[in-house]
Structure formats: C-alpha cells, structure tokens
C-alpha cells in the first residue's frame, strides 16, 4: 500500500507565485531614499550619538545609566515577512515581486545603481559609486588577455 497513490485524494502541491504576485505571507516595505542612505538613524538624546541600529543604542544608553531594554518577541504574534522594494519607480524593483529580501541588499542596490557615481576608472573613464569597485575594475581594465585565479586565460 505504501507505494500505491490513491486517486481519492487530490495531491497536496504547492503553486508557485506567478510574477507580479507576491507571497501572501510576504510584507513589502517601501523605504525613502534618504532612510535607506542615513548612517545614523537613532540618537541618543543625552550626546547626540547616532547609531545605525536601536540595538546599539540602547546599549549605549546603558553608558549613561538610563534605562534601556531590548524588544522582546511576542510568541503569540504572527511574523511577517519584509521584502524590500526599490525606492525608483522605473527600476525592476519597485514591483514588489521582484523585491529585494533584506535590507543590506536593497541599500547596496540603490547606492550601486541609482546614487550619482564619483570615482572614475583613469584607463576607460567608467563611473562607479563604491571606490572598491572602480579598483576590482581596474585590476582588468585595459589588458587585452587577462587570467582567473584559476588560470583559464580569457580575451577582452
């Protein structure tokens, strides 16, 4: 009987998404540039320290004894999800099925494609927004015949 399907019984598949339709389950966040950019989003109120993370904060505030405690979860509560959409309307990542899943993803996204790009390769004059970028580029930059670290030579 084992390895025999009833055919009473409908198989139990789950459907994929189709694109343009998220996961039920998922919570889409669309954030401002500005918030996806600031470094410091949480101040402390007696120095005026900012910090990137509540949990910095407050254990920094434990520095000038105030009371601090971290969020608990709540058990009971139903945790959703959070995808990240793109702040651009035009990008492929404003839909929130194409959303980016964490937020570190969607901040290096945005600085990489759509913050003014300042450093500039000096062989070929490509622009990049990250100067560790612009040096990788330039590492191959020009060379008609570069090799991998595994030694697989390739032709520009």
Known sequence: MSGIKNSDQPSVKR???????????????????????????FICEICNKGFQRDQNLQLHR????????????????VVRKHVYVCPEVS??????????GDLTSIMKHLCRKHIEKR?????????????????AHMK?????????GCGTLFSR
């Open 15 to 41: 459907k994929r998404n189709l694109p343009g339709m998220p996961d039920s389950d998922v919570e889409a966040i669309a954030l401002s540039p500005k918030t996806l950019m600031a470094t410091n989003r």
């Open 62 to 77: 434990r520095g000038h004894n105030m009371p601090w405690k971290l969020p608990q979860r709540n058990m009971n509560k």
């Open 91 to 100: 990008c492929v990542y404003h839909q929130p099925s194409k959303a980016l």
């Open 119 to 135: 450093y500039k390769c000096d062989r070929c004059s490509k622009m990049y927004v990250v100067e560790s970028d612009v040096k």
């Open 140 to 148: 191959t930059c020009g060379t008609k015949d570069y090799r991998r």
